[in-house]
């Protein structure tokens, strides 16, 4: 198996563990640290989570050009090119400590109305330990982004694997033990290092890869930026789509609402994820494609190939929870966490056709095209994040997601047009072979849906696992028998063909 079948592989196997056991911890956390702390670590965790996108889109860069490197087969340029992303990151480290000194300063004018003063005493604390976590985490980023721009996923993903793992037993051991949301952080500090040390030593004793202060080149640093500015203002935009509502929340409202909202946030993100392992490991290709000149037409038929794969997982998912998803939030962290469902369930709606074309947005990292987007996508977000604030008092935590998805979608419509514009991708087709055989199998899946929803009245964990099973059960079994194409059957049977041979030893 190569390593980007494998990286897929294990990147769906992080997505499970992490989103079962983050169902499974989730509740636990907040019965530990109850509702106000709770909302008082997203809140934090959120505002830190700005200073975050001071990594520039320099991740990103280094995935983008190492792939062009490797498949020049420039040696020298690489060296270059990573000597002189380290020496930015060195910076960048360093523009970190002195923001995060000054906004430690400033809590207490931006918090001071909506939090208490042992949670302004907390949340002084968390937000020190989450900037010296940054500080180290951005430039240690940059060895995972050498292994996927090597392509060489497996190791980067195991080791997340084995993090995901040893913090969840060690989360639950903290908490019974009587740890806080400062223990949290720490822990997550502790670990974070541990991974990078790891990373470090695999590209330079695996990769062979070598870096050097005489491999600094400034005209290279134009370069650099005129490429991950856009990447930058995207993953700004990013921040600001899940954090922002939490901030402005936790300024206008209170760390309950916050806790809300975040659980919200939370389901939502785990949606994206399931698109992101099949999405996260094309940038390489996509890179490929570009130095061989590829035309539009082929472009858009690998968005098509990709984007049918992720659409089927997301709609399943998007199907149980549209149907299940209040249940779940009742039995999972309590009635009063209801609102959360409304948030989430506008997320993954809005998200699935950005998550869909997802081969094409890499397309266009990879021909350095991305300025069009950020500029969309910022000014549109500044657009609704300002619908969003008035739209709080009437529709509390509901309004200000409605607000930012409302430009989250618009923003896409225009990138949609503009991969026309750049790439001739072919818009008519893309829609029309994306969503062939498998909505209208989406929609009759609904339909029985609610009939098994009607027929099955317990209200428990055993009741609900039995309306997701028998969903998914009708879903799975009309996509195969209606919806999927040759190649969808080659890969799904050849998927079977291999465990069968697994399990039997063959």
């Not at 609704?384 to 200000?400: A, E, M, V």
């Amino acid at each position: 198996m190569s390593q980007l079948k494998k990286g897929v592989l294990l990147s769906y196997v992080t997505i499970i563990l992490t989103n079962v056991i983050g169902l499974a911890l989730t509740p636990f956390i907040i019965r530990s640290l109850g509702d106000a702390e709770y909302g008082l670590y997203a809140l934090i965790g959120a505002f830190v989570g700005y200073i975050s996108v001071l990594d520039l889109g320099l991740n990103n860069t280094i995935v983008r050009y190492v792939a062009k490197f490797r498949a020049e087969k420039d040696k020298n340029g690489e060296e270059s090119f990573l000597s002189t992303t380290m020496i930015i990151y060195g910076f960048i480290s360093l523009i970190i400590g002195v923001i995060g000194t000054i906004l430690y300063y400033n809590l207490e004018s931006l918090f001071g109305s909506s939090l208490t003063s042992v949670e302004l005493s907390k949340a002084k604390l968390m937000f020190l330990i989450l900037i010296f976590n940054i500080a180290i985490t951005l430039p240690g980023g940059a060895f995972t982004a050498i292994c996927n721009g090597y392509e060489h996923f497996v190791f980067p993903r195991t080791i997340n694997i084995a993090r995901y793992l040893v913090r969840s037993a060690a989360v639950v051991g903290l908490l019974y033990l009587g740890g806080d949301a400062i223990g949290l952080v720490l822990l997550d500090t502790a670990l974070n290092l541990a991974v990078i040390v790891i990373n470090i030593w695999y590209v330079v004793t695996k990769l062979k890869i070598k870096f050097s202060l005489s491999g600094f080149q400034f005209p290279l640093i134009k370069e650099i930026f005129s490429y991950s500015i856009w990447i930058f203002v995207m993953a700004l935009v990013y921040q600001f789509q899940w954090k922002g509502g939490q901030v402005i929340l936790g300024i206008e409202t209170n760390t309950v609402t916050v806790a809300i909202y975040a659980v919200g946030i939370l389901l939502g993100t785990y949606y994206g994820a399931f698109a992101s392992a099949i999405n996260g490991v094309f940038l390489p290709k996509a890179m490929q494609m570009v130095v061989k000149n590829a035309s539009g037409k082929t472009l858009t038929a690998e968005t098509i190939r990709i984007g049918r794969i992720t659409l089927i997982v997301l709609l399943g998912i998007l199907g149980a929870f549209s149907l299940y998803g209040k249940q779940f939030i009742t039995l999972w962290v309590g009635a009063n966490y209801l609102d959360a469902w409304p948030i989430a369930l506008l997320i993954m709606l809005v998200s699935t056709n950005i998550l869909v074309q997802s081969f094409a947005d890499s397309t266009l990292k990879a021909k350095k095209l991305f300025r069009f987007k950020g500029l969309s996508y910022i000014i549109l977000l500044v657009g609704g994040t300002i619908l969003g604030y008035f739209l709080i008092k009437p529709l509390n935590s509901f309004g200000i997601i409605l607000g930012i998805a409302t430009s989250w979608a618009l923003s896409q419509l225009l990138v949609t047009f503009y991969f026309k514009k750049k790439m001739d991708f072919q818009i008519k087709d893309f829609y029309s072979e994306l969503f062939k055989g498998i909505l209208p199998v989406f929609i009759i899946s609904i339909g029985i849906g609610f009939l098994i929803d009607y027929l099955i009245q317990f209200k428990n964990w055993i009741g609900f696992f039995i309306k997701v099973i028998l969903f998914l059960t009708v879903y799975i079994l009309l996509i195969l028998r209606f919806a999927i194409n040759n190649y969808e059957k080659n890969l799904f049977y050849g998927l079977i063909s291999k465990k069968e041979k697994i399990i039997n030893g063959t």
